[in-house]
C-alpha cells in the first residue's frame, strides 16, 4: 500500500502525523530546492504550525530533476521523516509541502507561485554551488553559463538567481496597486548567507535589469539564517526499513538526527509564520552563530570526508570513533575557537555535542556525500579562518593538514590506487591538475592552489599557509594519511 492521504488513518498508532486538514492549507511559501535537507529542515517547522495558522503552506521546487516532484504529487505530498539514534527510530509524517513543481517542465508556473501576492517568502536550499556565484569573493560569476543565459533569456531562466529575479519582475508589475513585499531566506551553508544572495541578486538586477534594484530595496528582504540538521541521502534500505516501520510504502522518506536548529535573522518584509513557537530562533544578528556552525560543525565534517575517505572511512560514525580522527577534529577545533566572536553559549559543550552527533551509528553518513563540491565549501568551512588565524598570528596547522587532504582527495586517486569519483563543479581542472603535476605535490598544490575561485588572491600569496599545505601534501602521499596525522598530532 502506497503511502497517501487514504493510507494516514491506517498506520501504526506510534506515527505522528499531521493535524490539520491539508485541503484547509493554502501556499504562503515557495522553497526552492525540495532535496532532503528541506524535507528534514524548514518543511518539518512549518508542519509543526499549519494547525494554529495554515497561510504557510509550502510550494517546493526542483529547478531540475523531476524525480522528487513526482514521488511527492503521487503521495499526495505527505513523506515520512524518521529521526535517529541509538535510542530509536521517530517516524513522523510530513504534509506541509502541498504543491510540488519542476522547474525544467513548469518555470512559468513557478514564476507565478514566487509572483503571486498570497506568496510571502521564498526560501532556498540549492547547496552552494546553485548561487551560481565566486565561493572565495562572494560575487556573481556572470561567466557561469547559467547566469549568461538568464541575462539573455530573462524569461525562461535556468538558474535560481536568475528566476528569483523573473519573479520579482513580475511583483513589481503589480505594485503600487498591492503590496509586493517579499521575504526572500537562503538556508544554505554560506557565509553571511542572507547578505550573499542579497550581493547577487543587486549584482543580476543591475545587468539585467537596471530600475529594478531600487524595488527591490523597498519591498525585498534578505535575512540571514543558521540551519542545522544532519540529513544523509536516503538508500534502498532505508525505503525498506521505512516501510518496516510505518507498514505502508513511501518512496522518498526522509531519515536524520533528532537534533535541530534554526536562527533566523529577524528581518521579514512582509507578515512571518510564528516558526518561534516551534523552535527556531529570530535575532537580530546570525553570524555568531552562523560561523560557530560552519567553523567547527561543517570544517570538521569536511576534514573527516576528505582525510577519512582515503583513510578507508566510508561513514563519519566511523571517522569520528576512530580516536587519530577525533584528535584530529580536536586540534582543528582549538584552532578555530579564537576565531569565533563571542557567544552566549558554552561553546565546549556545543563541541562535545557535535561528537556525540557525529557518531550516531543509527544514521550512516557518507563521506563522500560530505566530500562533494569541496571546491564550493572550502572558503567558508576552512579558508576564511585561515586568514583570521594568519591575521592573528595564531596556529593554522591543522586547517592547512585538511586543505592538503582536499588537495590529495581531488588528485583522483586513493591510497590504493582506486579511482575516486570526485564531485564538484570544478572537476575538470582538477583531473587537469592532477595529470599534469602526476609524480610532484609541489606541483599540484602549486595549480590547485592557483584557483581563485576557491583560494582567491591572497592565500597563494601567504607563504606560511602554502608552505604547510605543500608540506602535508608531499607527506599524504608519501606516507599515506594515517602516519601524516600521527606525526602531526602527537
Ligand atoms: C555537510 C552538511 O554535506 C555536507 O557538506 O557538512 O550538509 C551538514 O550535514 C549540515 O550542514 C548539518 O547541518
Known amino acids: ?89 521517530q517516524p513522523r509524517i510530513i504534509a506541509s509541502v502541498r504543491e510540488a513543481l519542476c522547474g525544467a517542465d513548469a518555470m512559468p508556473a513557478v514564476i507565478a507561485r514566487m509572483a503571486a501576492t498570497t506568496t510571502r517568502i521564498v526560501s ?36 535560481a538567481p536568475g528566476a528569483l529575479l523573473r519573479a520579482l519582475r513580475a511583483r513589481r508589475a503589480l505594485t503600487p496597486t498591492v503590496s509586493g513585499k517579499l521575504t526572500i531566506i537562503s538556508c544554505d551553508n554560506l557565509p553571511h548567507n542572507g547578505r550573499t544572495l ?11 535589469d537596471p530600475t529594478l534594484p531600487a524595488w527591490m530595496r523597498d519591498h525585498v528582504t534578505f535575512p540571514s539564517t543558521m540551519v542545522d540538521r544532519i540529513v544523509p541521502a536516503t538508500t534502498a534500505q532505508d525505503i525498506a526499513d521505512t516501510a518496516a516501520l510505518i507498514k505502508v510504502q513511501d518512496a522518498i522518506p526522509v531519515m536524520t538526527e533528532p537534533f535541530t536548529q534554526w536562527v533566523i535573522e529577524d528581518r521579514f518584509a512582509a507578515r512571518r ?14 553570524a555568531p552563530f552562523e560561523l560557530m556552525k560552519l567553523r567547527l560543525l561543517n570544517a570538521a565534517h569536511s576534514a573527516m570526508a ?53 557518531r550516531n551509528t543509527a544514521l550512516p553518513h557518507r563521506t563522500w556525500q560530505i566530500a562533494m563540491d569541496g571546491s564550493q565549501k572550502l572558503p567558508q568551512r576552512i579558508l576564511h579562518t585561515v586568514r583570521d588565524c594568519l591575521a592573528a598570528g595564531t596556529s593554522i596547522d591543522t586547517l592547512a593538514l585538511v586543505v592538503a587532504g582536499w588537495m590529495r582527495y581531488v588528485s583522483g586517486w586513493d591510497e590504493r590506487g582506486k579511482v575516486i569519483d570526485v564531485r564538484d563543479p570544478l572537476s575538470t581542472e582538477f583531473a587537469n591538475a592532477a595529470s599534469a603535476t602526476r609524480g610532484s605535490p609541489a606541483a599540484l598544490c602549486q595549480r590547485l592552489l592557483g584557483l581563485g575561485a576557491i583560494f582567491g588572491d591572497d592565500l597563494p600569496r601567504a607563504a606560511a599557509f602554502t ?17 601524516t596525522l600521527q606525526r602531526h598530532l602527537s
Not at 536550499?125 to 551560481?132: L, N, S, V
Not at 509564520?273 to 546570525?286: C, I
Not at 605543500?470 to 602516519?483: H, I, K, P, T
Request: aromatic share 10%; glycine share 8%.
Open 124 to 159: 532556498l536550499t540549492i547547496t552552494e554551488k546553485g548561487y551560481c556565484h565566486d565561493p572565495a569573493s562572494g560575487r556573481l560569476n556572470f561567466a557561469h553559463p547559467d547566469i549568461a543565459h538568464d541575462i539573455a533569456q530573462a524569461d525562461a531562466p535556468k538558474s
Open 467 to 483: 608552505a604547510k599545505v605543500e608540506n602535508y601534501l608531499e607527506s599524504l602521499f608519501a606516507n599515506g594519511v594515517r602516519a
Open 306 to 358: 576528505y582525510l577519512g575517505y582515503l583513510a578507508g572511512h566510508e561513514f563519519i560514525y566511523q571517522a569520528s570513533a576512530d580516536p587519530l580522527f577525533a584528535s584530529l577534529v580536536d586540534h582543528l577545533w582549538r584552532e578555530v575557537e579564537p576565531t569565533l566572536p563571542p557567544l552566549d553559549i558554552d561553546v565546549q559543550q556545543y563541541q562535545r555535542d557535535l561528537m556525540a552527533r557525529f
Open 1 to 89: 500500500m502506497p503511502l497517501g492521504r487514504e493510507t494516514l488513518a491506517r498506520l501504526p498508532v506510534a506515527v505522528r502525523r499531521p493535524t490539520y486538514d491539508p485541503d484547509a492549507v493554502s501556499i504562503g511559501i515557495v522553497h526552492l530546492g525540495l532535496g532532503n535537507f528541506h524535507r528534514a529542515h524548514q518543511a518539518v517547522y512549518t508542519d509543526s504550525l499549519l494547525a494554529d495558522d495554515p497561510r504557510w503552506g509550502i510550494c517546493g521546487v526542483s529547478l531540475r530533476s523531476r524525480g522528487v516532484v513526482d514521488a511527492l504529487r503521487a503521495q499526495e505530498g505527505l513523506y515520512t521523516l524518521v529521526a535517529k539514534d541509538d535510542s530509536g527510530a
Open 198 to 208: 542579497e550581493g547577487l541578486m543587486f549584482e543580476l538586477a543591475d545587468a539585467a
Open 273 to 286: 509564520p510564528a516558526w518561534e513557537e516551534h523552535g527556531a530562533q529570530f535575532v537580530t544578528d546570525v
